[in-house]
């Protein structure tokens, strides 16, 4: 487990932990939340040895294998598939010491790599890697281009997936979602989920860790808060104890008044003198409580439309796309006030498109496409973030939108964005992408549109912010169409949904778990399609009896094998279930229990070896079974 004993971490000036401690059970899936710069991610730092605490200790079990997601990726020659086995290191080198031995014709060195590579599912990893970049919206020919074809997004998935493919016991994962879009993000929940490791995740998006997540950290006043429970949960305990906090803090300021009251009255009088004295020693000893802070930094409020035409955008039978190239057809869509829609679609499907239609960055190939004059657009897509003029300060950016407002009105209207101070005064060049992506909000709320076009507007913003953002989108008056992997956010401000699939634009009458299973019954109907049977030409009845029972024949002993096999797998699979319930009782873990603890550990260690070579038994089983098949199939064929 980890163990973090009275911590201290400075950076610079910047207090980020004070004597404060935490323990991480082995198995168990951490969510760490806070705000931005409270140290989140030096404290991922500090599990990797890449940080060191100023006061304090820290253990991590050396055994451990830790994977975590590359924040560069080189631009390569390498194909996207190589590059994610590449994450591979312990494969990679077994592969490189085997290429040697066969160079050197040493049979025995041979032999041995061979066992390696096959004790570490090596001869699999290509299949593993594979399916991890489909999951994550890789086509299969996609997957043979090299790492440098890819744009900035797609190179992180990259690193993403060779986090994945790692076998690891810790896995740390820092804002895992940016660059995914909802399909994806589905594809990826369901995969931590199924992870056995140690989890610690830090994530803005308060679905995705609430689907995943049994227990969260809470970095807050330079201490690591713990809390049983998801991100819900956490939010319901900590506004209780919030609550709790402010009603003790208002007590004990009467309290103190009360007391500072009879000493400035009797301290320097004789017959009271004692009295006072005794009370104002009490007032040195009370612990300062501090007043709960609740509220928000992020004060975030659309300003109302200058007018409201009805309708905003009329399309009949649209084409839209790039070039000759059409990626959308026939689409009908007219947007009123007032109208919050949500688009769904696969990655790829035209999404983006639509609302580069919208935002008139593209033209209408053919069909009716109208706005009305009095039509004003917010567009907010990560691109924009580049227009910036980086060595500008958010009041200039402002004041160019606004000539004739007062200074302190445009800082006033900034300090709701999280711009106070002197960071309203202060370049946005070395700003990071979600202080970027405020002030794009910001200056794109100034205009008062609208028509509002938002395509992932959260990434890169902290839970604050999007908080702010899903409250202000709630009294938005105009037209809304919002893309975005953040399903808190589309269930919060979106009344109707629109799919973007096969080159059309549709309603969809459903919500985003219905979506989910759409996605899963297409994926499905995929599978069905791809494994479908040819037709085979007809074959004698008697014949094709004579080859099944010789198969049969021939496979028997096989399949008697493989049933042992999955019978001892069922076995291990429902005692490893057994063992990982009783890790998560926390009291296992207490020091009267740490003999029963290591027994479990030990016995849950040896039946993941032996479920790992029942698995391999059963594969060498089936190659054969599969090698009979295919050799009798031939035979009856000539």
Known sequence: MITITQAQLIRGSKTLLDETSLTIYPGHKVGLVGANGTGKSSLLALILNKLSLDKGEISVPSGWQI??????TPALDVSALEYVID?????????AKLHQAQADDDGNAIARLHGLIDAIGGYAIHSRAASLLAGLGFSEAEQHNPVKSFSGGWRMRLNLAQALLCRSD???LDEPTNHLDLDTMYWLEGWIKAYQGTLVLISHDRDFIDGIVDEIVHVEHHKLNYYKGNYTAFERIRAERMAQQQVAYERQQKERAHMQSFVDRFRYKASKAKQAQSRLKALERMTELLPSKADSPFHMAFRAPDALPNPLVKMEQVSVGYGDKAILNHVHLNLVPGARIGLLGRNGAGKST????LSEELKPMSGIYETNPGLNIGYFAQHQLEFLHLDETPLQHLTRLAPNHKEQELRDFLGGYGFNGDMALSPVRPF???????LVLALLVWQRPNLLL???PTNHLDLEMRHALTMALQSFEGAMIIVSHDRHLLRLSCSDYYLVDQGRVSTFNGDLDDYHQWLLDAAKAASRIEQAPTAKPAVDKKALKRQEAELRQKLSPLKKVQAKLEKIQQQASD???????MLADTSLYDADNKAQLTEVLNERTQLTRSLEDSEMEWLEVQESIEEIEQAVKTEHAQ
Do not use: C, H, N, P
């Open 67 to 72: 994977a975590t997601v590359a924040q560069e």
């Open 87 to 95: 994450g591979d290191a312990e494969y990679r080198q077994l592969e």
């Open 170 to 172: 810790l896995l740390l």
């Open 354 to 357: 639509l609302i580069k239609l």
């Open 432 to 438: 990071s992408g979600g202080e970027k992506a405020r």
């Open 454 to 456: 938002l395509d992932e």
């Open 575 to 581: 005692r490893l279930a057994e063992l990982e319930q």
